[in-house]
Nanobody, 119 residues
Framework: QVQLVESGGGLVQAGGSLRLSCAASGSISGINTMAWYHQAPGKQRELVASITSGGKANYGDPVKGRFTISRDNAKNTVYLQMNSLKPEDTAVYYC?????????????WGQGTQVTVSS
């Protein structure tokens, strides 16, 4: 069984920074792409950023230049450094990973962590 556990959310003023972490655990053979999504109340879940196992990063347009995604493959952990936060970044942030267990790869989600940016 695979689990993704996020941490690092909280309340911050506009212009501030937060760093999210997501650690994967379980019977993991490998992890392909890892990603962060967010979902604001009444809105669909959207991709914030993703990173391949080789370190290639991709960002949604609203966060380019402000957020940085990184990963530590030895720790099965992905990070999201969020700078210059805006009130519109307020959402629940979810970690996502394509995890290889034995011969199979499957998609897993974390439980979510709340990020609130006050104006």
């Amino acid at each position: 069984q695979v689990q993704l556990v996020e941490s690092g959310g909280g309340l911050v003023q506009a212009g501030g920074s937060l760093r999210l972490s997501c650690a994967a655990s379980g019977s993991i053979s490998g992890i392909n792409t890892m990603a962060w999504y967010h979902q604001a109340p009444g809105k669909q879940r959207e991709l914030v950023a993703s990173i391949t196992s080789g370190g290639k990063a991709n960002y949604g347009d609203p966060v380019k230049g402000r957020f940085t995604i990184s990963r530590d493959n030895a720790k099965n952990t992905v990070y999201l450094q969020m700078n210059s936060l805006k009130p519109e970044d307020t959402a629940v942030y979810y970690c996502n990973a394509e995890v290889v267990v034995g011969p199979f790869a499957d998609n897993y989600w974390g439980q979510g962590t709340q990020v609130t940016v006050s104006s």
